[in-house]
């Protein structure tokens, strides 16, 4: 699978985010191969709890979803919106399979790095389950499955969390516009806790959250022609209890200008000067439920892990 279809406009929202003040990326420019095989590292850190307490849940759990999902035992399509690699979810689909559950399963994502990786997972330990992959944006030809099938929709990893909190609301309004009532949506989301946990899986000591975002410079070196000189950047991570949100920036280290040999692009940067590349929303219990309240869904089951760091919720849509 290749990339070229998204890149236009990923470029374009890139360049109008570097020539905003303050300065910042989309996250989803993170995801080039580089960045894919990058963040693979990451879920692998032991700081980096939110993929160990998913799969703990997703793993110990899983039956209570099964039954959620599919209460009459009705078959249902799993859509998979921005599945990565689709490791824990390749766990849940074996224990799904294993309990005879009849579904197909339909991972999205932009990256096509990681939706290679999650098909050659997929067909070497699960060649019997119906797998369409679909490469594109999360809402790019969605397809409304047979009369009688449940869509349950899959957001995980805390994926949710590097939108804002209205972002997120109008984001779950238009997963709700796709959906029919009684159809499910199933989100990891990150809960509010420590800050000192919270900081260090954004600023892990082997430095390849650093290298994910610094990654971000050396995309728009290759695809924008810029000439970012990545050791005069460096990776800053912070969060606030305040408004439980964790945030990453690329710091200037000093008073630079950077080109692009393609466009007609110059770029200043004072020293210290940021560019903001990727929140982190981290939620309470009550913050769930009103974002399911407020986008058209009743919040069904709320599971957590043993430790109460990570929460997946399953809402139904009314
Ligand atoms: C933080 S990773 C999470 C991966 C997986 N859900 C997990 O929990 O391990 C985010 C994934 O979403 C994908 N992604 C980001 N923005 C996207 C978009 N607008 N449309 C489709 N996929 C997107 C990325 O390529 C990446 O694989």
């Not at 919270?198 to 410079?217: C, I, K, Q, S």
């Not at 950077?258 to 692009?265: G, P």
Request: charged share 20%; proline share 5%; hydrophobic share 40%.
């Amino acid at each position: 699978m290749s990339n070229a279809p998204l890149l236009n406009e990923l470029s374009q929202r890139a360049l109008a985010g570097l020539r905003q003040t303050p300065k910042c990326l989309p996250s989803m420019y993170f995801y080039d191969d580089e960045g894919s095989r990058l963040f693979q590292r990451i879920m692998r850190l032991p700081g980096y709890y939110l993929t160990e307490a998913e799969h703990e849940i997703l793993a110990q759990q899983w039956p209570k979803l099964l039954d959620a999902f599919t209460p009459d035992g009705r078959p249902f399509k799993l859509i998979e919106l921005g599945s990565g690699d689709g490791s824990k979810t390749l766990a849940l689909c074996t224990a799904f399979l294993k309990a005879r559950a009849s579904f197909s399963y339909v991972p999205v994502d932009i990256s096509a790095h990681a939706l290679n990786s999650l098909l050659k997972a997929f067909e070497h330990n699960l060649p019997s389950l119906r797998v369409h992959p679909r490469m594109g944006d999360y809402f790019s030809g969605w397809q409304q499955p047979e009369h009688g099938q449940r869509q349950i929709v899959m957001f995980m990893g805390s994926n949710l969390g590097n939108l804002t909190l209205d972002e997120a609301l109008t984001f779950l309004r238009q997963i709700r516009g796709h959906l029919r009532p009684g159809d499910g949506l199933l989100l990891g989301l990150d809960l509010m806790k420590n800050p000192h946990t919270l900081l260090a899986a954004y600023n892990d000591p082997e430095g390849v959250t650093a290298a994910f975002n610094l990654n971000l410079l050396r995309r728009l070196n290759r695809e924008l022609g810029m000439n970012f000189q990545l050791e005069r950047f460096s990776h800053y991570a912070c969060y606030s209890p305040l408004d439980g949100a964790a945030r990453s920036f690329l710091v200037s280290l000093d008073k630079q200008t950077v080109r692009s040999t393609r466009l007609d692009l110059q770029l200043q940067f004072e020293a210290g000067e940021t560019i903001y590349t990727e929140q982190s929303q981290k939620y309470s219990p009550a913050m769930i439920r009103q974002l399911a309240q407020d986008s058209g869904f009743a919040s069904a089951l709320h599971l957590q892990d043993q430790q109460g760091r990570y929460g997946v919720s399953f809402w139904q849509a009314l």
